[in-house]
């Protein structure tokens, strides 16, 4: 399993993280994206599209700790 999380203060709302991966991902009211509930520790292929979404966004808010 791995942990995934966005740092607030980084993500610039480009939404690519919500369009790569929407199970993992999803943009708040605040334009801001954040971890799905339950979806904070993931794998296979949500660990997979996770990984897509990390290396998609722009600014690298999304971390995923293996």
């Not at 971890?35 to 990390?54: F, H, K, P, Q, S």
């Not at 290396?55 to 690298?60: I, Q």
Request: charged share 30%.
């Amino acid at each position: 399993m791995a942990h995934v999380e966005v740092d607030q203060d980084t993500c610039i709302s480009d939404q690519v993280c919500a369009a790569t991966a929407p199970d993992v991902f999803e943009m708040g009211a605040d334009g801001k994206a954040y971890v799905v509930d339950g979806m904070e520790e993931v794998e296979g292929a949500d660990l997979e599209m996770a990984r897509e979404a990390a290396a998609a966004c722009p600014v690298d808010a999304i971390s995923i700790d293996e």
